[in-house]
């Protein structure tokens, strides 16, 4: 089974719109640590925001938000206010103990003005 | 501070040819993840060291091995290259590979393979 699905490989979003970007994992591990990364046309992954499993609050990292919703093994990534710059592929990933990272397929997000 | 530097960013080689590609890590950072990217497979996992010791695995046949240094930094090496060996390869640091570490990236070599 995958451990990270992202189902939706392309979105679109207006300028100065709000955007959810969907991930759901599997794990049986009560432990782990989700992230999301943006990977921009020029290559390099760029952290955003992280989430641990016993975090009782989304975290929150300026625009970025992660809805994470345990039960449902569902940790969405929401951008408000979405500019130009935001455009890129963005990544889920995930973190057992002493595991490895395991990352979605990615989902590429376009931004009009 | 500086971030994770790869070299050489850009290389082209031909088939049955070996690379070694290396990277520095986030001074005090002692994991080293390595990451194979392509547009059909997406961002496959090679191998994590962390203190000289390989410490995960992905599934990669033996001609992809690596190794990591006292002072952390890491190379990886492909030998007898295949054309399906054309990726970006990158290069992640965090500080002990901790379930709340986060990785940093570097830039990623691109390698062709002719």
């Known amino acids: 089974a995958q451990k990270i699905t992202q189902t939706q490989p392309g979105m679109f979003v207006q300028e100065k719109e709000a955007v959810t970007l969907d991930c759901t994992y599997d794990t049986s591990d009560p432990s782990y640590g989700l992230f999301w990364y943006k990977q921009p046309s020029s290559g390099e992954m760029i952290f955003l925001i992280y989430?641990?499993?016993?975090?009782?609050q989304n975290a929150t990292e300026g625009r970025y938000s992660l809805n994470f919703q345990k039960a449902r093994k569902s940790a969405n990534l929401v951008i408000s206010a979405s500019q130009l710059g935001d455009s890129a592929m963005y990544f889920c990933a995930m973190r057992e103990v002493l595991n490895q990272f395991y990352f979605g397929t990615g989902t590429s997000l376009t931004v009009i003005p | 501070k500086a971030g994770v530097t790869q070299t050489p960013r850009y290389l082209i080689k031909t088939r049955g040819q070996q690379v070694t590609l290396s990277c520095s890590p986030i001074s005090g950072h002692r994991s080293v993840s390595w990451y194979q990217q392509t547009p059909g497979q997406g961002l496959q996992f090679l191998f994590e060291?962390?203190?000289?010791?390989?410490?995960n695995k992905g599934n990669f046949p033996g001609r992809f091995s690596g190794r990591q240094f006292s002072n952390s930094r890491s190379e990886m090496n492909v030998s007898t290259l295949e054309l399906g060996d054309s990726a970006l390869y990158l290069c992640?640091?965090?500080?002990?590979?901790?379930?709340?570490?986060?990785?940093?990236f570097g830039p990623g070599t691109r390698l062709t393979v002719l």
């Open positions: 989430q641990g499993s016993y975090d009782q």
């Open positions: 992640a640091s965090s500080l002990a590979g901790a379930l709340g570490d986060t990785q940093y």
């Open positions: 060291y962390f203190s000289e010791t390989q410490r």
